[in-house]
C-alpha cells in the first residue's frame, strides 16, 4: 500500500470502525437479541483499537513523508446548484494527536467498563452509546469541513445526554440528561449558524490549508470574522461548560464513573478547545472575539476552582477541577498560545481520565496509602483557605456550596420569567380555542413546580 | 400517464378502501382493510414514480400515500371505530387527488374533500364535537378562500386576486401565526391516524409550490417569510413548555409546518430544495414520530411532560423510534433531517439573513422539545412489568421509515436526484 493510500484509508478507518460496531451493536439489540458481555466488549475494543492503529499508522506515515497536512477528499455528499457538502477529512497536526489520543482513551474506558458494568442490565447500551460517541468524536476531529465536524458534534451532544440518563429508573439522571441536552442545543446553534455565515461571507465552511493546521476560512470583513468567531464561541461554551453554561457539569456525573471519564475528563469537554484551536486564523483577525474567549475562560476558571473548592463528593469536585482547567486552556487559546494549549489539552485529559476512572475506589486508595504509611495521610489544598480572614470564611463557604447562586440566577432571574410569559401566552391561546368552541374561557393557571400555592 | 395513474391510485385506492373500511365489523378489521388499501396505494404511487424516473411532481403521491400507511398502520384501537378508518382514507384520498390534476377547481373540491371528514370525526363524538367548531372556523375560510382563489384564476380576472385569496387560504391550512390556533387543538382532540393524515402531508406546500411558488409579489413574499419566521420561533417556544405530550405535539407540528412554508418562496435555489427536502422529512418523520406517541399513549393512556414518566427498558424499541423519528424531524445528523435543515438555512440566508438564523433557532427548540418527552416519558421511574414494546404491525412500519431517512441522510444525493432538485424549479402552473 502506498503512503498515499495509507493516508486515505486511516481517517476513513477512525470513522468507520467504531460507526460498524455501533451498527452492528444496534442491529442486534434491534431484532431482540441483546449480545453477550464478552462479545459486546470484544467488539469494541476491535473496533477503537483499529482507530487508534489507523491514527498512529497515519501519523509515523506523515513524519516519514515530512507532511503537515493532509487533506483527504471522499467525493461529495450532496450537491445542489451551487452549494456542495464535500465528504472531506483532515489529517493534520492538531487533528492526529486529538484524533489518536480520543480513541485511545475511548478504547481504554471500553476495556475498563467491561468489569465495571458487568451484568448491568444496560452494559449493550452502554457500548452502543460509547461507539456512537467515538464515531462522533472521530468525525468532529477529522472532519474537514464545518458541516462535518457539526454531524459528530450534535451525535456526542447526543450520546453524552442519554448516557448521563443511563439509570433511567431514578428521576435525577433523566432530568440532569435533559439539562444536558438543552444546553448543547442552544449551543450547536452557534456551530450552525457559524457555518452557514461562512458560506454567506466566505464562500464555504471547509478548512483551509495554512502553516500551523488546517484553519477555518476567514471571512474578509473583520465584523463577519467576528461574528463567527463569537458564534463558534458561544459553540465551545456548551460543550466545555463555560459560563454561564456550565451548571450541566457536575450534575452530569449521574451517568456511569467511565462515561463520565470519557465525556467530561477526557474528551467531549475538550472538543471547545478543539473548535477554537481550529478557529484560531478567525481569532487572530477578531481581537473582539479572542477577548470573548479570555474572559469566559477566566471567569470560569475563577468560578469553578472557587466552587470545586467545597465539594463533599469526588465526581463534582473532579467536575469543577475540569471546568478550571478548560476555562485556563480558553484563556491560552485567547493568548494565542496554541501549542500551549494543546499540551495542557492532552495532559489534562490524560489525567482527569485516570482520576474519574479511580473515583469509585478512592476510599481503597486511600486506606491503602495510610496503612502503607502506617499514619494518617495529611491534610493537603488549604493553603488558599489560610489566606482568606477567619470572618470571611463562612460566608464563602457559604457562597461557594451555593455555586456563587450562578444556577439560581440561570433557573429563577432568566428561565423561569420566560416560561411563566409564555404559559401566560398559552393560557390565552386556550382562551380564544374555547371562546370559539363556546367553552366557558376560564383557564386556570396551573402551578408551576415546586411553586407554593397559598 | 404513468405518473397520473399512480396519483390517481393513491386516490382511488384509499377512497375506494374507505368504502369497504365504514362497513367492516369492527375497528380491527376496518384497520387491516385501510392498512391493506394504503399499501396497494403506495405501492402504485411508489411503481409509478420509478417508472416515470421521478421528479417532485410524481413524487408527491408517494409521500401522501407513504404518511397514510403509516397513519392507518400505526392507529391504536382505543377508541376508534370502522368510521375512523374509514375517515382517514377519505382525508388520504381527498389530499392524493389535489395533486392528480391542474385544473384549479379540482384543487378546491380535494381542499374540502380533506377538511370535510376531519370535521365528521370531531363531530361524530361528544366529548371532542366543541372542537368542531373551532376546526371549522379556521378551515371553513380556508377553504372558501382556496375556492374563491381558484375560481378567479378559472374566470381569467387578474391574477393579483385569486393569488392572494390562494395564499391565505393556504397560510391558514399551514397554521401560520396569527392563523395558527386551530392546529394544537384538534391534535389534542383528534385521533392521532387522523392527525397525522391531516396534517403531515402538509398539502398546503404542494399547493403552494404547485399555484404560488415565485408568482407572489415581492412585498407578499417578504410578509409571508417573516410570518413563517416568527411562526417557527414563537411555536416552538411554545412547544417546549407545554404540560400535555399531544399539545406540545400540536405546537411543533405548527413550528415544523412553518419552517417548511418559509423556504418555498425564496428565489435561491437551494432553499428551495431544502425546503422540499425539509417537506418530505418533516412529513415522513413527524408522521411516525406522533404515532410512536400514540403507541405510547395507547398503552400509558393520556401523556404528561409535568411528571417522571417510567423507564423504556420495557419499550425499547418505542423508546428508540421516538427519539430517532423525532430528532430526525429537527434534522439529525445522519437522517435527511439535517441535509434539509443545512440547505433550507443556507439558501434563506442569502435573502434573509436575520430570519434564516430564526429558523436555526427554532428547529434548536424544536429538538429540546422531543428530548424533553424522551426524557420525561421514558425515564424516571421503574417500568411495570408486562408493558408490551412495539408489536410486529407497529415495528415493521417504523422499522421501514427510520431506515428510510436513516439511509437518505447518509446518502442524500439519491433523493435530491430522485425528487430532481438539482435541476433549476420549473415555473408555477399558470392560473389563467
Known amino acids: 500500500m502506498t503512503l498515499e493510500q495509507s493516508l486515505r484509508l486511516a481517517p476513513v478507518l477512525a470513522i468507520a470502525a467504531p460507526a460498524l460496531a455501533f451498527a452492528l451493536i444496534a442491529l442486534r439489540l434491534g431484532i431482540g437479541h441483546t449480545p453477550g458481555e464478552r462479545w459486546t466488549a470484544r467488539l469494541v475494543a476491535l473496533a477503537f483499537g483499529v482507530a487508534t492503529l489507523a491514527i498512529a499508522g497515519a501519523a509515523s506515515a506523515m513524519l516519514v513523508g515530512g ?10 455528499w450532496l450537491e445542489v446548484a451551487d452549494r456542495a457538502l464535500p465528504f472531506e477529512l483532515v489529517l493534520d497536526r492538531l487533528s492526529v494527536p486529538f484524533a489518536g489520543l480520543a480513541a485511545g482513551l475511548v478504547g481504554l474506558t471500553g476495556a475498563f467498563s467491561a468489569r465495571y458494568l458487568h451484568r448491568d442490565r444496560g452494559f449493550a447500551r452502554f457500548y452502543l452509546l460509547l461507539c456512537l460517541f467515538g464515531a462522533g468524536v472521530e468525525l468532529v476531529l477529522l472532519g474537514g469541513s464545518l458541516e462535518l465536524v457539526f454531524v459528530g458534534w450534535e451525535l456526542v451532544g447526543l450520546t453524552s445526554a442519554l448516557l448521563i440518563a443511563f439509570f433511567d429508573e431514578r428521576p435525577t439522571p433523566a432530568r440532569h440528561g435533559l439539562r ?113 474567549v479570555i474572559a469566559v475562560g477566566a471567569l470560569t476558571a475563577l468560578h469553578a476552582t472557587f466552587v470545586g473548592r467545597v465539594q463533599t463528593d469526588v465526581k463534582s469536585a473532579l467536575a469543577y477541577a475540569s471546568m478550571t482547567q478548560v476555562g485556563l486552556i480558553f484563556v491560552e487559546i485567547g493568548l494565542g498560545l496554541p501549542w500551549l494549549a494543546i499540551a495542557h489539552v492532552v495532559g489534562h485529559a490524560s489525567l482527569r481520565t485516570l482520576q474519574l476512572l479511580r473515583a469509585p475506589s478512592v476510599l481503597h486508595d486511600r486506606g491503602h496509602l495510610e496503612r502503607a504509611m502506617g499514619a494518617e495521610l495529611p491534610r493537603a489544598g488549604g493553603h488558599l483557605e489560610r489566606l482568606v480572614p477567619a470572618r470571611l470564611q463562612p460566608w464563602l463557604y457559604r457562597l461557594a456550596l451555593e455555586r456563587g447562586y450562578h444556577d439560581a440566577l440561570v433557573a429563577d432571574r432568566v428561565l423561569a420569567p420566560v416560561v411563566r410569559w409564555l404559559r401566560a401566552l398559552d393560557r390565552l391561546e386556550e382562551r380564544w380555542i374555547a371562546w370559539l368552541e363556546g367553552r366557558p374561557a376560564k383557564v386556570a393557571r396551573e402551578p408551576e413546580r415546586g411553586e407554593v400555592v397559598r | 400517464m404513468i405518473a397520473l395513474a399512480g396519483a390517481a391510485g393513491a386516490a382511488v385506492v384509499p377512497l375506494g378502501a374507505a368504502l369497504i373500511a365504514k362497513r367492516a365489523a369492527s375497528a380491527r378489521a376496518a384497520r387491516r382493510v385501510a392498512s391493506a388499501g394504503m399499501l396497494v396505494a403506495f405501492a402504485s404511487a411508489l411503481a409509478a414514480s420509478v417508472a416515470t424516473g421521478g421528479g417532485e411532481r410524481a413524487s408527491v403521491p408517494v409521500l401522501i400515500a407513504a404518511i397514510g400507511l403509516v397513519a392507518v398502520v400505526m392507529s391504536p384501537l382505543g377508541g376508534a371505530t370502522p368510521r375512523t378508518f374509514a375517515r382517514i382514507l377519505l382525508v388520504v384520498g381527498g389530499t392524493a387527488a389535489i395533486v392528480v390534476t391542474d385544473v384549479p377547481v379540482a384543487l378546491a373540491l380535494g381542499w ?68 395558527h390556533g386551530w392546529l394544537p387543538r384538534f391534535v389534542e382532540q383528534a385521533p392521532m391516524g387522523l392527525v397525522v393524515a391531516f396534517v403531515a402531508p402538509q398539502i398546503g406546500v404542494f399547493a403552494h409550490l404547485r399555484w404560488l411558488a415565485g408568482r407572489l409579489a415581492p412585498e407578499v413574499d417578504l410578509v409571508l417569510a417573516v410570518l413563517a419566521a416568527l411562526t417557527v420561533v ?122 434564516a438564523f430564526a429558523l436555526v433557532v427554532g428547529t434548536a427548540l424544536n429538538g429540546i422539545t422531543v428530548a424533553r418527552g424522551f426524557f420525561t416519558l421514558f425515564a424516571g421511574a421503574r417500568a411495570p412489568v408486562g408493558e408490551r414494546d412495539l408489536t410486529l404491525r407497529e415495528r415493521s412500519v417504523l422499522t421501514a421509515l427510520v431506515a428510510a431517512l436513516l439511509v437518505a441522510g447518509v446518502w442524500p444525493s439519491g433523493p435530491v436526484r430522485w425528487l430532481g432538485l438539482a435541476e433549476p424549479p420549473p415555473a408555477a402552473a399558470s392560473t389563467r
Open chain 1, 67 to 76: 507532511l503537515t497536512e493532509v487533506h483527504v477528499a471522499l467525493g461529495a
Open chain 2, 112 to 179: 374540502i374533500g380533506s377538511i370535510v371528514p376531519a370535521w365528521l370525526e370531531l363531530r361524530s363524538r361528544r366529548e371532542t364535537r366543541p372542537s368542531a367548531r373551532a376546526f371549522a372556523a379556521y378551515l371553513v375560510p380556508s377553504a372558501a378562500l382556496v375556492t374563491l382563489g381558484a375560481l378567479l384564476a378559472s374566470t381569467g380576472l387578474p391574477p393579483a386576486y385569486g393569488l392572494l385569496a390562494l395564499a391565505a387560504g393556504l397560510a391558514i391550512r399551514e397554521a401560520i401565526l396569527p392563523a
Open chain 2, 234 to 355: 414563537s411555536a416552538a417556544l411554545l412547544a417546549v413548555v407545554q404540560r400535555r405530550a399531544r399539545r406540545a405535539l400540536g405546537y411543533f407540528f405548527v413550528s415544523q409546518s412553518a419552517l417548511v412554508a418559509f423556504g418555498l418562496d425564496g428565489d435561491d435555489v437551494v432553499g428551495r430544495s431544502g425546503a422540499v427536502l425539509a417537506w418530505w422529512t418533516c412529513g415522513l418523520a413527524t408522521a411516525g414520530f406522533a404515532m410512536t406517541l400514540a403507541a405510547l399513549e395507547a398503552r400509558r393512556g393520556a401523556l404528561s411532560l409535568e411528571h417522571a414518566g417510567r423507564s423504556a427498558r420495557q419499550v425499547p424499541l418505542l423508546a428508540t423510534a421516538y427519539v430517532v423519528l423525532g430528532l430526525a424531524s429537527v434534522g439529525l445528523p445522519g437522517t435527511l433531517g439535517f441535509i434539509a435543515e443545512d440547505l433550507l438555512v443556507s439558501g434563506a440566508v442569502h435573502e434573509h439573513p436575520v430570519l
Open chain 1, 180 to 292: 444536558a441536552f438543552v444546553i448543547y442545543r442552544v449551543c450547536d446553534v452557534g456551530l450552525l449558524s457559524a457555518a452557514v455565515w461562512l458560506h454567506h461571507s466566505a464562500g464555504g465552511a471547509g478548512l483551509d490549508a495554512s502553516e500551523r493546521w488546517a484553519g477555518v476560512r476567514v471571512p474578509a470583513g473583520a465584523l463577519d470574522a467576528t461574528l463567527v468567531g463569537a458564534l463558534l464561541l458561544f459553540a465551545a461554551l456548551g460543550k466545555s461548560a463555560q459560563i454561564p453554561f456550565g451548571g450541566w457539569l457536575p450534575r452530569a456525573m449521574e451517568g456511569p464513573t467511565p462515561s463520565s471519564a470519557v465525556f467530561y475528563g477526557a474528551i467531549s469537554i475538550h472538543l471547545g478547545p478543539y473548535l477554537l484551536l481550529r478557529a484560531a486564523p478567525i481569532l487572530e483577525r477578531a481581537p473582539l472575539a479572542a477577548g470573548l
